[in-house]
């Protein structure tokens, strides 16, 4: 996957003319809307547009792109596609609004496809391994992963109170919290 956006006009953000944004538009609609038999995995599609997500932030097409991710992750099924598409929304928080509402969309998802507290936490635990913290954010930007642990957090404490607690702990929830701060240095 590319590193940086590959739309020739994202080299200058600082102004987006009307036919940039279509393209860019157009990017992202023909991005999301690739069949299961051209991109069979859901994360690789949102890994197509990880590097414009500035881009996308910039054009104005933040509701749009948040429109699609929902669609995205509500027909994920399993817990391995759930993985990958969150680990391609690291980054999304650079467009306004669109980190926390994917984020509380995920965690719904995942509850619906596991129907298990157990489940969802082994599921979590499994992305955070996975995850890569890289680069600096400004002081007071919160990161995806970060709206993402949040909000499953919260979901799990209020469904089962202080067993919460109990239930991370059985499954090293805090030794995954630190394979991602043994890479980074810090969360």
Request: charged content about 30%; proline content about 3%.
């Amino acid at each position: 996957m590319p590193d940086r956006c590959i739309c020739p006009h994202c080299e200058d953000t600082a102004d987006f003319p009307e036919q940039n944004r279509r393209d860019l538009f157009a990017f992202l609609y023909m991005a999301m809307e690739l069949g299961a038999k051209a991109v069979p995995e859901s994360g690789s599609r949102l890994a197509l547009v990880q590097p414009c997500y500035t881009s996308f932030g910039l054009a104005g097409l933040s509701e749009y792109f948040a429109y699609m991710g929902r669609r995205i992750i509500e027909s994920l099924t399993d817990s391995r596609h759930w993985v990958l598409a969150m680990l391609a929304l690291e980054g999304c928080q650079r467009m306004p609004d669109v980190a926390e509402q994917l984020a509380e969309v995920a965690v719904t998802s995942l509850k619906i496809s596991t129907l298990d507290t157990t489940r969802m936490i082994e599921v979590a635990i499994e992305y955070v391994k996975r995850l890569r913290v890289s680069g600096r954010t400004a002081d007071r930007e919160r990161r995806f992963y970060q709206y993402l642990v949040d909000a499953f957090a919260n979901l799990v404490v209020r469904e089962k109170g202080f067993d919460a607690f109990l239930d991370f702990h059985d499954r090293d929830w805090y030794k995954a919290d630190e394979s991602v701060r043994d890479r980074r240095g810090t969360l």
